[in-house]
């Protein structure tokens, strides 16, 4: 039992970075309406930000804050430099801009920072003795402190889209970009604003993540591929969906690591084929997702 | 609008221009074969090989609109196909050693290839866009993990792949074995290719292929008039995922080794294969292959640019020589792709076509005469206007079938 619920804790811990995530791509979206490939990147472009700024000894928060601030201004520039100025209508571009947003962002990482990896100090307590019991279970501070950081950052969004007058306008973007133009929102800026939260945000999934993990070019390869099968599977357009699908991957991940041994972390992605086809097949814009009414 | 130079379809002069084009790439690849060093034909083979891989895919992507990021899978299983009939790992009746000719792998691939894409068409009758293009990309890297996996390893080579195995090319081409095994395989691939192109561009203008068309278009509209979804969508699925295979199978050959670990079997495949398609031109008949060649040549530019800042046209000042720069090659490539997107959106073959609609029209043959058909008198001349309306098809295509393309440009005629 206290097996089940350590690896419980862990999975949630790893499902909050992937919701974290997934959220940042829900964010952009519902803005742009194009998976941003570039993420991942950008926010393992904030994590060496991070690690930089704590070697020159700031304080580990004020540093993550700093390099979300980093993240924000990077992803924001991304949408007004590189997304923008390509005409909308053409999906292809705008893919091959973001991969090539990707690529140049993971070796830019490597020829600034070079491409050895390197340890990242935790914002959590994480030392060895470090770990309080839950049902007789004992659980590292960190697992339950990002899983917290999530919490945190779902109710500061809630009460951005719900009780403000830019999430308001934020809402009415996603909903109808021509219309929110015509009763005065500025879409642009508010465009940018939502690539950069969501940047932001990536920053932060990848500073919570790189301590356990190790910090290198490649952190958030896997991260970013499962954030984003967590996103299709909540729905694209559903930030509720983008945090029970990155939950539902992490406890999936580690329970078939855990007590599925003849499948193990090898076979991880066989069976998220299997999970993503059988919601997908059922609901096809995933679990909260809405579904797009097409005029003929 | 007033154009210069105004051709009817299947003139001489149509016919002239279609001889200087296919006359000019033939001469660049007698050139090549001819004079280049052995790493530049082995970069041309790799470019034709993912053209070949590219053109699969954009009878997928490019015409019926289904973005699939699933195609380093086809890829895939296409080599570890050929590898495990070519070194006999798989018991064959009627071969002693079960050992295959290359060739026929070939067809194996394409053959295992088709079935599979068949199953992968059938969620793409319920999945759109974006959620599609998940679901490939996930089974991308499923199909890497099953070639991974320990249990298969008598198959499939486990973690360590298949390593080693050796042909030469047959006696009828009177090659010199092993010496001349470069030439013999690009010759091979060439011709694949130039099969595979034909064919790609015959079944477009079948009524398959405009059945592609109308689902890319608009999927409602496209049922309502009587397209069948279901056989519309996995049997190009199928031949799609056939013809990656053949090149994968190709790649295989090339290579002469297969493991899970190739960088081209997994997401970096797929993307690959992707933003090949899109810089040649989705929906066009040469579109693969000159994205391939793009994707193969500027990406070697650019590592070399990484390798050596102080040749290159602008660091040269600022870099010393000798010195290398880890990760300048890939920033150099991004930033390329970045740039290309903006400026060249449509494609290099779309682009291209729209800036020669600007001198040259290739307009389509006019109807019979009325007094050969009379009696279709009345209705003709509107029929005729329609088709003959140059302005409809200066517009290169809008790729990946958005509700709210009207492409009308597709690539119609060879030239």
């Known amino acids: 039992m206290s097996l089940f619920i350590e690896r419980m804790v862990n999975g949630l811990a790893d499902g909050s970075i992937y919701a974290l995530l997934a959220l940042a791509l829900v964010v952009v979206f519902r803005s742009t309406g194009q998976l941003n490939f570039a993420q991942g990147e950008i926010g393992t472009f904030g994590a060496f930000v991070v690690s930089t700024l704590t070697l020159s000894g700031l304080p580990v928060w004020l540093s993550i804050l700093l390099a979300m601030g980093v993240g924000f201004v990077v992803s924001a520039g991304v949408e007004r430099v590189v997304v923008r100025p390509i005409e909308h209508r053409n999906p292809g571009a705008v893919i091959v801009a973001l991969i090539g947003v990707f690529l140049a962002v993971n070796q830019l990482v490597s020829m600034i920072w070079g491409i050895d990896a390197r340890p990242l100090p935790s914002i959590f307590p994480d030392e060895a003795d470090s770990f309080v019991t839950v049902f007789g279970a004992p659980v590292r501070i960190a697992r339950l402190g990002t899983i917290g950081v999530l919490i945190v950052v779902l109710v500061l969004l809630w009460l951005l889209f719900t009780k403000t007058k830019l999430g308001l306008a934020m809402r009415a973007v996603a909903n109808n970009q021509d219309s929110s133009n015509l009763v005065g929102i500025r879409v642009g800026t508010v465009l940018l604003f939502g690539w950069g939260l969501a940047g932001a945000i990536g920053v932060l999934a990848a500073a919570l993540l790189a301590p356990s993990a190790g910090l290198s070019g490649t952190l958030m390869l896997g991260p970013f591929l499962l954030a984003s099968v967590a996103a299709v599977l909540g729905g694209l357009d559903s930030p509720i969906g983008a945090v029970v699908g990155g939950l539902l991957i992490g406890v999936t991940e580690a329970f078939i690591v855990g007590y599925v041994d003849f499948l193990g972390a090898d076979m991880l992605f066989p069976v998220m084929l299997v999970i993503l086809l059988a919601v997908l097949l059922l609901r096809p814009s995933g679990l909260f997702g809405s579904e797009r009414v097409e005029r003929v | ?415």
């Open chain 2, 1 to 415: 609008m007033n154009v210069p130079l105004r051709f009817t379809k299947g003139s001489w002069q149509n016919w002239a221009g279609r001889l200087v084009l296919f006359g000019g790439v033939g001469l660049f690849m007698y050139r090549a074969v001819n004079e280049w060093s052995r790493s530049g034909l082995g970069l041309l083979v790799d470019a034709m090989i993912i053209a070949i891989a590219v053109t699969g895919l954009n009878l997928i992507t490019g015409y019926t609109g289904q973005l699939s990021l699933g195609h380093a899978a086809f890829f895939a299983i296409g080599a570890f196909t050929s590898a495990t009939l070519v070194t006999g790992k798989i018991w064959t009746p009627f071969l002693d050693d079960n050992i295959w000719t290359p060739g026929w792998t070939l067809l194996a691939s394409a053959v295992v290839c088709f079935l599979v894409g068949m199953v992968v068409g059938i969620p793409a009758l319920r999945l759109k866009g974006i959620y599609l293009a998940l679901v490939t990309l996930v089974f991308t890297e499923a199909v890497r993990a099953i070639f991974k996996y320990d249990e298969f390893s008598g198959v499939t080579g486990g973690a360590t792949g298949i390593k080693g195995f050796n042909y030469l090319p047959p006696s009828w081409t009177g090659l010199d074995g092993r010496a001349d095994l470069v030439t013999w395989f690009f010759y091979l691939t060439l011709a694949i290719l130039v099969v595979v192109s034909i064919l790609s561009a015959g079944l477009i203008r079948s009524r398959i292929g405009r059945a592609m068309v109308a689902v890319r278009d608009n999927e409602t509209a496209a049922a309502v008039m009587g397209v069948n979804l279901f056989t519309t969508k996995t049997l190009v699925f199928g031949l799609s995922g056939a013809i990656a295979g053949v090149a994968g199978s190709l790649y295989a050959l090339k290579l002469t080794l297969v493991e899970a670990d190739v960088p081209l079997f997994g997401l970096f495949g797929s993307v690959t294969l992707l933003v090949a398609l899109v810089v040649g031109g989705a929906a066009q008949n040469w579109g693969p292959f000159v994205g391939a060649m793009f994707y193969v040549f500027v990406n070697d530019y650019a590592r070399s640019v990484g390798e050596d800042p102080s040749s290159s046209l602008l660091l040269g000042w600022f870099v010393d020589s000798g010195t290398t720069i880890n990760g300048l090659g890939g920033v150099t490539f991004g930033v390329m792709l970045i740039l290309f997107a903006r400026f060249v959106p449509f494609g290099a073959v779309g682009t291209m076509r729209m800036w020669r609609s600007k001198v040259v029209q290739v307009v389509p043959r006019p109807p019979i005469p009325a007094a050969a058909a009379p009696e279709a008198g009345a209705a003709a001349p509107t029929l005729e206007q329609g088709h003959n309306d140059p302005d409809a098809t200066t517009q290169p295509a809008a790729s990946f079938g958005n509700a709210d393309s009207s492409s009308l440009g597709d690539d119609e005629d060879a030239s």
